[in-house]
Each structure stands twice: as structure tokens, then as C-alpha cells.
């Protein structure tokens, strides 16, 4: 039997805290007119102490897995998305699969910066057409305003903090990822990059001193190479999917800036009322932008079962990519909330880890010995 990876479930969540235009004007020297007009961004959600990628990830992959009436107990494989992790290593994912108390799944990072999504959304369903395993949270989370250089105009105005899930499951029943492609040229890696902490430039006083630590950008480059490649990568996965433009309802293309989405949209000759744009209240949330633009269109009506949707980003890498996904809903009828307790049970159930790892850890001392 064919297997089809479907969308079953989706949740969001953002900071509180917002950043407008006018706060930023303030921190460097900017305007809202200029801001609007070259990204048509407000504002942005900015983390807050306490908020980092992996609490914002729990909490987005909490409301879709709720969404897809689906217990964390039976998720085969966690998947993070993000440019901003944690830690170098641990994964953020294994930090989320803890917090979630997914105590069967694999869990592991994904770097390709704003396409990771994509990415991350095209291996999940691979995993499930091989019938390796039915159930994969897919999660894009951010939090790079750690990562901005406040005092850089260019990059500080764009960024903001987020983070989006997927649920995906197997069924027998056609639909859900219908194709995908994943592109790179790492020959413009130095057009978006954050040089240091890494092995290569392992952070120093130096590297802090030259403000290695954070994002640097050429935008003008950045910006060519994003109106070359979002028509090109959609317009590849539409063929791939076996359709044509006019059998897509709606893209939700990579949040980054207002014209770059609209020349995009310009080049494929599709109705600018069948795109989501939601970057004017978030910012650029980076991997975490499709799936909150997702989220969003859903809660508008824009996106709804059956519909054929065009997911379409690009990023550092430089990365690029593009899939269509049948959008198919949650699969069972009757919704039920994630008790609260979950999270409760989730952190129980880390310490019992903890502890009997403690006291495996002096049974096999004493044998060892
Ligand atoms: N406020 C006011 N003026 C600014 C400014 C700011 N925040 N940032 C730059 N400027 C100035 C520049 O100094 C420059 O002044 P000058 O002409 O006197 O030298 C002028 O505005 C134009 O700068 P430029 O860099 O050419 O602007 P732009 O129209 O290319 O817009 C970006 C800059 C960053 C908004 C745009 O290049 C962009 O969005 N690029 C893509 C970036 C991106 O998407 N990155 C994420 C990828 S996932």
C-alpha cells in the first residue's frame, strides 16, 4: 500500500514582547517610513528572558500535536529547524523531545537557515513514505534577535523571534506532501553569515572584539539572489508535483521582505490575494516563518482542506527550496486538549531519566571497579 505523508496538526507561538519600528528607531539610526518601505515590516516579536528556540519550539509543537489529537508518547522522530539552537550541541530537538515527553523519538537539528523548514517538512515525509516511521513533529524556532548586532541597522530592523510546528502522519490516503526540491550554492555562503563560535573561528576575545559573534549581511546580494530563486524553486515543485500554477490556491512563501515576496509573485503571474504575507507583525522569523504564516492562514480561512499550498523559501547557505503540500487537516473528527498536565508529566518523567541513569551509573561503577 502507498503511504502519504498529510499535515495533521499545526500550532505557533510568539514572544510577547513587541518590538515597533518606531522602539528601533530609538536603539539605531532608522525610521518607520524607511523600514516600511524597504521591508514592509512594523514590528517584531523579541524573546524575553526565560524564552529561548527550544521553550518557544515545546510550545508550538504542544498546540500541533493538541491539533492532531496526537500523544507525544507515539512520535517516531523530532525535527528542529533552526539557525539559532541552543547549544552547539545537545540538539535543540533532543531539549524539546525531553520537554514534551516524546520518549520513543528520535530527535535532531536541521541547519539550512530559512529554508530548513522546507527542508525538514520534505525528509519528515520521505521518513513516512518509507514506511520507517507514521508519526514526525516537524519544528521551525528561532530566537536570532541573541544573534543580531543591535547596532547594526541593516540586519537588526529585519529579524524576529518565533517558532512553527507541523505534525505529519501516514495515512493510505492520497494527498499531503505532494513534492519538494532543496537547492544550495554554498558558493555564496559569505552573503549571509554569523562567522564565529564555530570550530573554524571558535569564539574568542578577538572574534568578540570584531563582532564575529554576530549575523553579517551583504543585502543587496542576498536580495538578487532571493527574486532569482522563490519563482524558479516554486515553479520546479509545482512541476514535480504532476500540477500547474493554476491548480495552486495559495502560497506562503519565506517571510524576509515585502518586495522580494511580491517580485517573486510578480514573475509567476499569480494573484498577489492568494499569497500570505504576514511579515509587517513578525519580522523575518527565519526557519520559523512559514509554518507561523501557515498557522496564521488557517486561522483566517485562508487555507483550508484540500487546498493545494506552495511553501517557498531561501536563506544562508545559500539554500533555497520550495514544496507542495494537498493541505489536508487534522485526520480524526473529534478534538481533544493536551491535558496541562503533560508538560508536568513530561518533566517528571526527564528527572526519573535523570535518576535512574544516576543509579545505573553507580551499580555499573561498583562493577566496573
Ligand atoms: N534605516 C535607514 N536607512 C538604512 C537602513 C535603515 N535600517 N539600512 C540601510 N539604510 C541606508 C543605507 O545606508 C543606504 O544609504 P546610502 O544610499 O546613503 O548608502 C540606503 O539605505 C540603501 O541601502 P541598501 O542596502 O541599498 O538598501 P536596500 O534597499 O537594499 O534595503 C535591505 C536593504 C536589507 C532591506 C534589503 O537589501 C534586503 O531586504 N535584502 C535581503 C535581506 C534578507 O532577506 N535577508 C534574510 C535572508 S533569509
Redesign the pocket.
Known amino acids: 500500500m502507498p503511504r502519504f505523508a498529510h499535515v495533521t496538526g499545526w500550532g505557533m507561538a510568539v514572544p510577547h514582547k513587541v518590538l515597533t519600528n518606531f522602539d528601533l528607531a530609538k536603539i539605531?539610526?532608522?525610521?518607520n517610513e524607511?523600514?516600511v518601505d524597504?521591508?514592509g515590516i512594523h514590528e517584531r516579536r523579541i524573546a524575553e528572558d526565560g524564552e529561548t528556540t527550544a521553550s518557544l519550539a515545546t510550545d508550538a509543537a504542544l498546540k500541533a500535536l493538541d491539533m492532531a489529537n496526537l500523544d507525544p508518547s507515539k512520535v517516531d522522530l523530532v525535527i528542529v529547524s533552526t539557525s539559532s539552537p541552543e547549544h552547539i550541541f545537545p540538539a535543540t530537538a533532543c531539549l524539546v523531545q525531553d520537554r514534551i515527553g516524546a520518549r520513543k523519538a528520535g530527535a535532531f537539528d536541521l541547519s539550512a537557515?530559512?529554508t530548513g523548514f522546507i527542508y525538514a517538512l520534505n525528509l519528515a515525509a520521505q521518513v513516512i513514505r518509507t514506511g520507517n516511521v507514521d508519526n514526525v513533529l516537524v519544528i521551525g524556532a528561532e530566537t536570532l534577535s541573541r544573534l543580531v548586532n543591535w547596532k547594526d541597522?541593516?540586519?537588526c530592523?529585519?529579524f524576529g523571534d518565533g517558532a512553527g510546528a507541523f505534525v505529519l502522519q501516514a495515512t493510505n490516503v492520497p494527498g499531503g506532501v505532494l513534492s519538494a526540491v532543496m537547492r544550495s550554492d554554498g558558493s555564496g555562503g559569505d552573503l549571509?553569515s554569523l562567522p564565529a563560535g564555530g570550530s573554524r573561528f571558535p569564539t574568542s576575545a578577538a572574534t568578540i572584539a570584531q563582532g564575529q559573534h554576530y549575523i553579517h549581511?551583504n543585502?543587496?546580494e542576498?536580495?538578487r539572489f532571493?527574486t532569482r530563486v522563490m519563482a524558479q524553486a516554486t515553479q520546479e515543485a509545482v512541476i514535480k508535483a504532476n500540477l500547474q500554477m493554476e491548480d495552486v490556491h495559495l502560497i506562503i512563501p519565506?517571510q524576509?521582505?515585502q518586495?522580494?515576496i511580491e517580485a517573486a509573485v510578480r514573475q509567476l503571474d499569480f494573484p498577489m490575494e492568494q499569497v500570505v504575507v504576514n511579515i509587517g507583525s513578525y519580522g523575518?522569523t527565519?526557519t520559523a516563518s512559514i509554518p507561523i504564516a501557515a498557522c496564521e492562514a488557517i486561522q483566517k480561512g485562508q487555507l483550508k482542506s484540500g487546498d493545494r499550498v506552495v511553501f517557498v523559501g531561501?536563506?544562508?547557505g545559500l539554500t533555497w527550496g520550495a514544496a507542495v503540500v494537498q493541505w489536508s487537516g487534522p485526520i480524526l473528527a473529534r478534538r481533544r486538549r493536551l491535558p496541562r498536565s503533560y508538560r508536568a508529566w513530561a518533566r517528571m518523567l526527564s528527572f526519573l531519566n535523570r535518576v535512574t541513569r544516576f543509579i545505573e551509573g553507580i551499580i555499573w561503577g561498583r562493577w566496573l571497579r
Open positions: 539605531v539610526e532608522t525610521n524607511w523600514i524597504r521591508t537557515a530559512c541597522r541593516s540586519t530592523i529585519l549571509l549581511m543585502g543587496r542576498v536580495f532571493a519565506h524576509a521582505n518586495r522580494i523575518n527565519s531561501f536563506g544562508a
